[in-house]
T-cell receptor
Framework: AAGVIQSPRHLIKEKRETATLKCYPI?????VYWYQQGPGQDPQFLIS???????DKGSIPDRFSAQQFSDYHSELNMSSLELGDSALYFC?????????????FGEGSRLTVL | AQSVTQPDIHITVSEGASLELRCNYS??????LFWYVQSPGQGLQLLLK??????LVQGIKGFEAEFKRSQSSFNLRKPSVHWSDAAEYFC??????????FGAGTTVTVRA
């Protein structure tokens, strides 16, 4: 069965550079969530989208932005990168609110900022 | 504010032995409670969830968890551990199914 696809799996950037992470949800899933997991830390909810509109916002820095496109894939844009942005970024998808708790996570994109 | 405490950072268990992972939560209302498992380099996989109803919840891979409101706990159990259960386990609480507060995680090592 198709899962949540995230790209790239690994990304290395320098401080003050920009990075873009992509998330392709499970087919027919209309809701996407982004999480950040720092080294040795638990995942933190960043932002979510439902039907291409931002549906909720968590602890996402102002330097980050995200959007969901017409094909439901989502991109997380991170600018002015800082060392502290080095983390594993997870994307998850679900089919609206039809089955609460049924979030399917991708394998994550590991960002390293040097 | 919501928070989760997983008191055990690391647990080692023999294959075939039982496993119990502790989770205590702080939440002002009836919470949504979850257990997720994460293998190295992998995403989170939902093991089980509790919203309401029967306080003993069955999940995938033979796991179960019991919600005890009086103790603010949601401990995860498995009667007989398999080597493939070696992973990191996260307990999570939230007002819904995505805006979660995760615990620090418990790493489970399974010895032969």
């Amino acid at each position: 069965a198709a899962g949540v696809i995230q790209s790239p799996r690994h990304l290395i950037k320098e401080k003050r550079e920009t990075a873009t992470l992509k998330c392709y949800p499970i087919p027919r899933h209309d809701t996407v969530y982004w999480y950040q997991q720092g080294p040795g830390q638990d995942p933190q909810f960043l932002i979510s989208f439902y039907e291409k509109m931002q549906s909720d916002k968590g602890s996402i820095p102002d330097r980050f932005s995200a959007q969901q496109f017409s094909d439901y894939h989502s991109e997380l844009n991170m600018s002015s990168l800082e060392l502290g942005d080095s983390a594993l970024y997870f994307c998850a998808s679900s089919l609206g609110r039809s089955v609460p708790g049924e979030l399917f996570f991708g394998e994550g994109s590991r960002l390293t900022v040097l | 504010a919501q928070s989760v405490t997983q008191p055990d950072i690391h647990i080692t268990v023999s294959e075939g032995a039982s496993l119990e992972l502790r989770c205590n939560y702080s939440y002002g209302a009836t919470p949504y409670l979850f257990w997720y498992v994460q293998s190295p380099g992998q995403g989170l996989q939902l093991l089980l969830k509790y919203f309401s109803g029967d306080t003993l919840v069955q999940g995938i891979k033979g796991f179960e968890a019991e919600f005890k409101r009086s103790q603010s706990s949601f401990n995860l159990r498995k009667p007989s551990v398999h080597w493939s259960d070696a992973a990191e386990y996260f307990c999570a609480v939230g007002p819904n199914d995505y805006k979660l507060s995760f615990g620090a995680g418990t790493t489970v090592t399974v010895r032969a």
